[in-house]
C-alpha cells in the first residue's frame, strides 16, 4: 500500500538492509559457528521480494564488510559502534546519491 501511495504522491520508498554482525563479520567467525545456514539468505528472499513489488531496496552487507576490520558493532549486541553509525552513514549517503534519492 505505501509503495503505491509513494508513487501516486512523486515519493520514493527505500528499504534499506543493515545487516547484523555476524554477517559482516562471517569471513572472520565462521569456523566458529555451529550451524550451517545460510547466513544471507534473510537478505536474499527481501531483495526478491523488493524485486517482485518493484521497490528499491538496498542491501549494505557487501559494503559493510569490506570494512570488517574495524569495530562496527558492540562486542554485547547487534548495535553500532560510533565508528560503525559513521562507516555506515557514508556508505548509505553513496549509495542514495548513486539512485539519485539524494543530490
Known amino acids: 500500500e505505501f509503495a503505491t501511495y509513494a508513487r501516486d504522491h512523486n515519493k520514493q520508498l527505500v528499504i534499506v538492509l543493515i545487516p547484523f554482525k555476524e554477517q559482516v563479520y562471517y569471513d572472520l567467525i565462521h569456523d566458529k559457528i555451529t ?3 545460510d547466513i544471507t539468505q534473510p537478505n536474499t528472499l527481501i531483495m526478491e521480494t523488493c524485486t517482485a513489488l518493484n521497490i528499491l531496496c538496498i542491501d549494505t552487507l557487501n559494503d559493510l564488510t569490506l570494512h570488517n576490520t574495524k569495530k562496527l558493532y558492540w562486542d554485547y549486541d547487534n548495535h553500532f559502534t ?18 539519485h534519492i539524494i543530490p
Open 82 to 99: 560510533p565508528q560503525g553509525q559513521d562507516t555506515f552513514s557514508l556508505i548509505l549517503e553513496q549509495t542514495l546519491k548513486t539512485h
Open 35 to 37: 550451524y550451517a545456514h
